[in-house]
T-cell receptor, first 107, second 110 residues
């Protein structure tokens, strides 16, 4: 199956700092999503972004499908941003997940 | 908003019990999935379904079965629960490559 790698695996930030999370994938995909797993374990949709750039408040994402990577930007981080961030790719009806980036934002 | 609902947030069962995890979605999605999540191993696909009464094995189907009698409901069955099935179980549905997850079920087998 397709390989999905996320970096960094762990990240600790001071509140107010900015960060960039990366997702690399090994083959062409039709779709890509970013999720945030909250402390209770639920995966919350952040972006559906097979290509291009999207922004939602302090978060934005860019996918360069031809180069097989996606970036998630978090600006002015808050303690509520803490948790694990996953990217998932969908080449054809199945989803392949990276192992996640664990983000801790300290006040 | 799409809603995917799992029947229990926390569950404690005894070894050897038959366990049912239920998942219901309200958006008429064709595709439904069951994953388990363990520390250091990420999300692993157990089973998925593209249509009613249809199922496909994922990466780790051993010890599990599924049922999809209605489009909106996808059940995961542990025929005889074992301690190595203690995990976080996540259900998802999808349409056109866009997936939505339930809140997860933390199952502990003692």
């Amino acid at each position: 199956g397709i390989q999905v790698e996320q970096s960094p695996p762990d990240l600790i930030l001071q509140e107010g700092a900015n960060s960039t999370l990366r997702c690399n994938f090994s083959d062409s995909v039709n779709n890509l999503q970013w999720f945030h797993q909250n402390p209770w374990g639920q995966l919350i949709n952040l972006f559906y972004i097979p290509s291009g750039t999207k922004q939602n408040g302090r978060l934005s994402a860019t996918t360069v499908a031809t180069e097989r990577y996606s970036l998630l930007y978090i600006s002015s981080s808050q303690t509520t941003d803490s948790g694990v961030y996953f990217c998932a790719v969908e080449p054809s009806n199945q989803f392949y997940f990276g192992t996640g980036t664990s983000l801790t934002v300290i006040p | 908003d799409v809603k995917v609902t799992q029947s229990s947030r926390y569950l404690v069962k005894r070894t050897g019990e038959k366990v049912f995890l239920e998942c219901v979605q309200d958006m008429d999605h064709e595709n439904m999935f069951w994953y388990r999540q363990d520390p250091g191993l990420g999300l692993r696909l157990i089973y998925f379904s593209y249509d009613v009464k249809m199922k496909e094995k994922g990466d780790i189907p051993e010890g599990y079965s599924v049922s999809r009698e209605k489009k909106e409901r996808f059940s995961l069955i542990l025929e005889s629960a074992s301690t190595n099935q203690t995990s976080m179980y996540l259900c998802a549905s999808s349409l056109m490559g866009l997936a939505f997850f339930g809140q997860g079920t933390r199952l502990t087998v003692v």
